[in-house]
């Protein structure tokens, strides 16, 4: 049976890591950072948000070659 780790909200992941709540949403918007919803609501497992910082997931990703030709 699971240890029964906590969900966080949005507010509480991202005092977790020290950051705005809007980068939180950013990554939420780009489909970065692991997470679940529940209903309207994006929850997160405080272990799965440190494995994926860990592996360098919270990196600066490298600008876009190209978005539209011109």
């Keep these: 049976m699971e240890t029964g780790e906590r969900w966080l909200s949005v507010e509480e992941i991202a005092a ?3 950051i705005s709540k809007e980068t939180i949403y950013r990554w939420l918007e780009a489909g970065k950072v ?3 919803r529940v ?3 994006w929850k997160f497992k405080a272990s ?3 494995t994926w910082v ?3 997931g919270a990196a ?3 600008p876009q070659e190209s978005q539209s030709a011109t």
């Design 16 to 18: 977790h890591l020290g």
């Design 34 to 36: 692991p997470s679940h």
């Design 39 to 41: 209903g309207r609501l």
């Design 48 to 50: 799965e948000v440190d």
């Design 54 to 56: 860990k592996h360098g």
């Design 60 to 62: 600066p990703s490298a």
